[in-house]
């Protein structure tokens, strides 16, 4: 604690001291009480990340301070589903989606069945809220048995956050050997500010299922202060600047890939600049599974996202990938850890960034072998782009090899737009703006292809395309 401002200590004080009255209005099983205890504890003792230490080094967490991020309440009636909702919601609709597809709508963290597809999964999967399974309805015994199993709240400030504030979010249990034709899509929508909203994600792929599952954050026009840029201590507020607001969305997955599972996890970020987001991906891998990510991170403030997988017995295969857009002052953080416990294990790691203004991007990208873990395959790149003289990058790729009979390679790269690729599009009639957002969508559509379906490639490219004209400027290409 001694490490952190004066500001950030009152914050983590601020949110223990209203940790008893939002807990008794819960109506928890005793198990998840318990639980939630536990978290607070370990809040109160670690404090938040600071720059101090080495996985924060390079973003600073001073926007937290600026807000009293007040929990929502357990007795807050879902929120009315208005025109800008509804409208967020739609412009994140999956392609030809086929009637009875699930699709589960959070605003502002919580359920909304009103503008949720609920339909029948025909006994390929099971659906629960959390909201019903923390208090003992349908998923009871799921939740119990696999939260906090995966991500560790005694280690990291902002799952012990999530642990003792979440309200709600989904317990997904794919059934063994069934194979899921529609993507499962997961939307949260976030509106207002200065709101703490901590969504809980928990997912069980039985033995030979296989699935593709999409979750999607936005967030609606903000309400009072709509800020282009978080403040940070090189770019502090002026006193005669109002105060810039925020939401605040701490998301935490935790997911088990069983024997033979073949899992797709796409997550897409296309949140406001009022938003901060810190995103906790935790997943174990069993013999043979199959697990790929794909992470979009396309607006918000601060993004910070990690990523942890244990590759925990042999003949599991993962693929991560991952594209991260920024704009103006924007932070977009990632961390990953591949974690190879076993032998025959196989990973592949691609991320993309591109910084245009004076954004910052951050990679660091951990890949261990453990000594037991022979054979192992793995592989990791991240190359970037930066578009101006003031975006900046720190990445980090790390190896970790205790064993010695493994393929294992690594690298970055940074670099600009090819002058004499721009120039060969200009000479064919295509102006500056044009050429850049087309060179840069060659760039980035890579991530985009690598995904399971080509109606979901095709949407993904869609908004990748509009958040590139928002990162270059305005383009037709």
């Given at each position: 604690m001694s490490?952190?401002?004066?500001?950030?200590?009152?914050?983590?004080?601020?949110?223990?001291?209203?940790?008893?009255?939002?807990?008794?209005?819960?109506?928890?099983?005793?198990w998840l009480v318990g639980l939630r205890e536990e978290a607070i504890g370990s809040l109160a003792a670690l404090g938040l990340p600071h720059r101090k230490l080495e996985e924060w080094r390079y973003t600073?967490?001073?926007?937290?301070?600026?807000?009293?991020?007040?929990?929502?309440?357990?007795?807050?009636?879902?929120?009315?589903?208005?025109?800008?909702?509804?409208?967020?919601?739609?412009?994140?609709?999956?392609?030809?989606?086929?009637?009875?597809?699930l699709r589960a709508i959070f605003v502002d963290g919580q359920l909304d069945a009103r503008l949720s597809d609920l339909g029948d999964a025909g006994?390929?999967?099971a659906f629960h809220a959390i909201a019903e399974a923390r208090?003992?309805?349908?998923?009871?015994?799921?939740?119990?048995?696999?939260?906090?199993?995966?991500?560790?709240?005694?280690?990291?400030?902002?799952?012990?956050?999530?642990?003792?504030?979440?309200?709600?979010?989904?317990?997904l249990e794919i059934a063994r050997d069934a194979v899921v034709g529609a993507p499962i899509h997961l939307v949260f929508v976030s509106q207002g500010s200065e709101r703490l909203v901590c969504p809980r994600i928990v997912v069980v792929a039985r033995e030979g299922s296989r699935a593709c599952v999409v979750q999607s954050h936005i967030s609606t026009p903000s309400t009072p202060s709509t800020p282009s840029t978080p403040s940070t201590p090189s770019t502090p507020s002026?006193?005669?600047?109002?105060?810039?607001?925020?939401?605040?969305?701490?998301?935490?997955?935790?997911?088990?890939?069983?024997?033979?599972?073949?899992?797709?996890?796409?997550?897409?970020?296309?949140?406001?600049?009022?938003?901060?987001?810190?995103?906790?991906?935790?997943?174990?891998?069993?013999?043979?599974?199959?697990?790929?990510?794909?992470?979009?991170t396309l607006g918000g403030a601060l993004v910070r996202n990690e990523l942890d997988v244990l590759l925990g017995e042999s003949g599991a295969e993962a693929n991560l990938?991952?594209?991260?857009?920024?704009?103006g002052k924007r932070i977009a953080d990632n961390?990953?850890?591949?974690?190879?416990?076993?032998?025959?294990?196989?990973?592949?790691?691609?991320?993309?960034?591109?910084?245009?203004?004076?954004?910052?991007?951050?990679?660091?990208?951990?890949?261990?072998?453990?000594?037991?873990?022979?054979?192992?395959?793995?592989?990791?790149?991240?190359?970037?782009?930066?578009?101006?003289?003031?975006?900046?990058?720190?990445?980090?790729?790390?190896?970790?090899?205790?064993?010695?009979?493994?393929?294992?390679?690594h690298g970055a790269t940074i670099g600009q737009l090819d002058a004499d690729a721009l120039f060969y599009l200009r000479s064919r009639g295509l102006s500056e703006s044009d050429a850049r957002v087309l060179l840069t969508r060659g760039f980035a559509n890579e991530i985009c292809d690598a995904l399971p379906d080509p109606a979901i490639a095709a949407w993904s490219r869609a908004h990748v395309a509009k958040a590139l004209r928002a990162t270059i400027g305005e383009g037709s290409a």
């Open positions: 490490a952190q401002s004066t500001a950030a200590a009152a914050l983590v004080d601020a949110w223990v001291d209203a940790f008893p009255t939002f807990a008794s209005a819960t109506g928890d099983s005793g600073s967490l001073a926007v937290l301070e600026q807000a009293e991020w007040a929990p929502i309440s357990p007795d807050a009636a879902s929120t009315t589903a208005n025109a800008s909702v509804v409208s967020a919601i739609e412009s994140l609709a999956l392609p030809q989606e086929p009637a009875g597809a006994g390929q999967f208090r003992g309805g349908a998923g009871a015994e799921l939740l119990r048995a696999h939260l906090g199993q995966l991500a560790e709240h005694k280690t990291d400030a902002f799952t012990a956050l999530n642990t003792a504030f979440t309200l709600d979010g989904a317990v002026t006193s005669a600047e109002p105060a810039p607001t925020f939401s605040l969305t701490n998301s935490v997955v935790e997911l088990c890939v069983e024997a033979n599972a073949d899992l797709d996890w796409i997550t897409l970020q296309r949140e406001s600049d009022a938003t901060v987001h810190v995103s906790n991906v935790q997943a174990h891998q069993a013999r043979d599974s199959r697990l790929a990510t794909h992470t979009f990938r991952g594209l991260f857009l920024a704009a961390h990953t850890l591949v974690d190879h416990a076993t032998p025959h294990c196989v990973s592949h790691e691609l991320y993309k960034g591109v910084l245009g203004d004076a954004a910052r991007g951050v990679f660091r990208g951990r890949l261990v072998v453990r000594p037991d873990a022979q054979k192992t395959d793995a592989r990791q790149s991240n190359p970037n782009l930066l578009l101006t003289d003031r975006a900046e990058i720190d990445t980090k790729p790390q190896l970790e090899i205790y064993a010695n009979d493994v393929k294992c390679s």
